[in-house]
T-cell receptor, first 113, second 113 residues
Framework: SQTIHQWPATLVQPVGSPLSLECTVE??????LYWYRQAAGRGLQLLFY??????ISSEVPQNLSASRPQDRQFILSSKKLLLSDSGFYLC????????????FGPGTRLTVL | AQTVTQSQPEMSVQEAETVTLSCTYD???????LFWYKQPPSRQMILVIR??????QNATENRFSVNFQKAAKSFSLKISDSQLGDTAMYFC??????????FGAGTRLTVKP
């Protein structure tokens, strides 16, 4: 069966510091991968998605970037965090047929102080 | 652009009773997919039910069923025999075949004993 992991689970970072959140999927090949952000009490906003190694599409211009160095690894980064980057970050995957259900990881709670 | 509207920010229901959560969406597409996700206090997003727009038959999953009205662009979720474990945020989501999934703002459901 497929599983999706995210780490760290929680993170507290000062403004201006760098960020690296990692997401990995097990039990599947060539998945589509997604990064979402959820602000407090709000729905999910798609940040990035990837259909293959090195292929990243950005949905929202922002302080963040994403990379996919391996087939089942998706990384969310920032060089300098802003207060507005605080939120709950969710990684998701689907089998590669673009209209398939997305399955979510446990998320990372990021607080920028 | 596709938008998803959940007009009920909060709802409550007595244990064992039935509750219906509303969702409307706006699109000019003919082929798309609709989803209901549940987000319990752990904040993991869990798929509840999925509906393909080209199917007229409403999807069901055990105690969960939908009322899909394509012409009205309505996709409501009915939870029968509500259980305490159903307490969560519920998100309606719309997806086309281009990795573009849009979420509503969510409905907070509380099941009361």
């Amino acid at each position: 069966s497929q599983t999706i992991h995210q780490w760290p689970a929680t993170l507290v970072q000062p403004v201006g510091s760098p960020l690296s959140l990692e997401c990995t999927v097990e039990g599947t090949s060539n998945p589509n991968l997604y990064w979402y952000r959820q602000a407090a009490g709000r729905g999910l906003q798609l940040l990035f998605y990837s259909v293959g190694i090195g292929q990243i599409s950005s949905e929202v211009p922002q302080n963040l970037s994403a990379s996919r160095p391996q087939d089942r690894q998706f990384i969310l980064s920032s060089k300098k965090l802003l207060l507005s980057d605080s939120g709950f970050y969710l990684c998701a995957w689907n089998p590669g047929t673009s209209a398939d259900t997305q399955y979510f990881g446990p998320g990372t709670r990021l607080t920028v102080l | 652009a596709q938008t998803v509207t959940q007009s009920q920010p909060e709802m409550s229901v007595q244990e064992a009773e039935t509750v219906t959560l509303s969702c409307t969406y706006d699109t000019s597409e003919n082929n798309y997919y609709l989803f209901w996700y549940k987000q319990p206090p752990s904040r993991q997003m869990i798929l509840v039910i999925r509906q393909e727009a080209y199917k007229q038959q409403n999807a069901t999953e055990n105690r969960f069923s939908v009322n899909f009205q394509k012409a009205a662009k309505s996709f409501s979720l009915k939870i029968s025999d509500s259980q305490l474990g159903d307490t969560a945020m519920y998100f309606c989501a719309f997806m086309r075949g281009n990795n573009d999934m849009r979420f509503g703002a969510g409905t907070r459901l509380t099941v009361k004993p």
